[in-house]
Nanobody, 115 residues
């Protein structure tokens, strides 16, 4: 099993910044990412990174504003969110895929951006 524990959500004004962290424990993972979901909408990929940190992907909607990084010392993955917009308001979920391609999800953390 893989355990994912998220932290760092909250309320921020438009133009502000928040940092989400996902602590990873348990089995070895291939990659870790962040998804977000608004009520009644599908969950969408925001960013993901290989566990080695060698390859990262950011959705077009957040490219140049968000950055996903791997923290080797903390065994965690962070999502730095800058220049936030009201449309970034969502529940954010940490996701991991293990070496057998099984999927794991965190419990989610709410991010609210006020205009």
């Amino acid at each position: 099993q893989v355990r994912l524990v998220e932290s760092g959500g909250g309320l921020v004004q438009a133009g502000g910044s928040l940092r989400l962290s996902c602590a990873v424990s348990g089995r070895t993972v291939r990659s870790v990412g962040w998804f977000r979901q608004a009520p009644g909408k599908e969950r969408e990929l925001v960013a993901h990174i290989t566990w080695s940190g060698s390859t990262a992907y950011h959705a077009n909607s957040v490219k140049s504003r968000f950055a996903i990084t791997r923290d080797n010392a903390e065994n965690s993955v962070s999502l730095q969110m800058n220049s936030q917009k009201p449309e970034d308001t969502d529940a954010y979920y940490c996701h991991a895929m293990d070496i057998w391609y099984r999927h794991y999800w965190g419990q989610g953390t709410q991010v609210t951006v006020s205009s």
